[in-house]
């Protein structure tokens, strides 16, 4: 009579109780290594150890992963957005997103959360229609946890009545975050002003955030 039976084993070097069909149990050394010729036939993953387990991974997971933070953001609408001002701050709702390398932007909250560790360069443009009014402030800054660490705000000077100060306002930093650290950004300016129509269009308001390492 003939019997057919699989069995499974575990080979254990450096362990008597293998967990793995090979447990090596210290370091592992090979003399030789051939060269693969055929790069088209490997490219789409590569071997990582995690766990003490050795895996496969996409490549493409493996750089997007590594990618440095890239986002510019805009407003969804070329229009004027209107925005109050009378807490004397707003919030600048930027929903649009020209990119997101990592998906760090939210443009339901308006607010940037950090997914590394790094040195974050950080910009904000903004200009205001001609309807804005005369003021002592009226400005521009960026938030770290809720935290001003850039601002760009000076008056608004009239003559005769007219503003004659450029409705521009623009901020630079340079900013070291962790993960989870969020950015926004906000006007500031007079309650008097009651209300600011920002220009919508990509040129004239926008953002951008780029990790510098």
Do not use: C, W
């Not at 974050?120 to 205001?128: G, L, M, P, S, T």
Request: proline share 3%.
């Amino acid at each position: 009579m003939f019997f057919s039976t699989a069995t499974f084993s575990q080979v254990g070097i450096g362990t008597t109780f293998p967990s793995a069909s090979l447990d090596i149990n210290g370091n592992l050394k090979i003399r030789l290594i051939p060269e693969e010729a055929l790069v088209n036939d490997v490219k789409d993953s590569v071997l990582v150890v995690n766990g003490n387990y050795v895996k496969s991974i996409p490549t493409k997971s493996l750089v997007t992963a590594a990618l440095p933070t890239t986002i510019k953001g805009t407003f969804s609408t070329t229009g004027a957005v209107n925005l109050s001002l009378l807490s004397g701050v707003q919030t600048i709702p930027f929903n649009d997103l020209h990119f997101d390398v990592n998906n760090e932007f939210n443009t339901t909250t308006y607010m940037f959360t950090a997914k590394q560790d790094g040195i974050y360069a950080v910009n904000v443009h903004i200009e205001a229609g001609s309807s804005i009014g005369i003021a002592t402030n009226f400005g521009v800054r960026i938030l770290k946890n809720g935290t001003v660490e850039s601002r760009n705000s000076f008056a608004n000077v009239g003559v005769l009545g007219v503003n004659v100060t450029p409705p521009v306002r623009s901020s630079q930093t340079l900013l070291q975050l962790s993960t989870n650290d969020t950015i926004s950004f906000q006007i500031e300016g007079d309650i008097a002003l009651g209300s600011v129509n920002l220009l919508g269009a990509d040129q004239d308001s926008y953002f951008t955030i780029h990790q510098v390492r």
